[in-house]
């Protein structure tokens, strides 16, 4: 069975964010603007990206 997936977009800079936003972004293993990375859809990776939804694109 195929592991389900999310893509992960960085969309704003992190610039003026909070500290714990920050991290949690770096924790996302984004860098960069328009950064992309495919994440195994997990509850912790959900609780990442719902918290920094502001700064991330989901596919």
Do not use: C, F
């Amino acid at each position: 069975m195929e592991k389900k997936t999310l893509k992960v977009t960085l969309v704003k800079s992190t610039i003026g964010t909070r500290e714990s936003h920050r991290a949690t972004v770096v924790g996302l293993g984004l860098k960069k603007i328009r950064q992309t990375r495919v994440l195994e859809d997990t509850p912790a990776v959900r609780g990442m990206i719902n918290k920094v939804s502001y700064l991330v694109k989901v596919e």
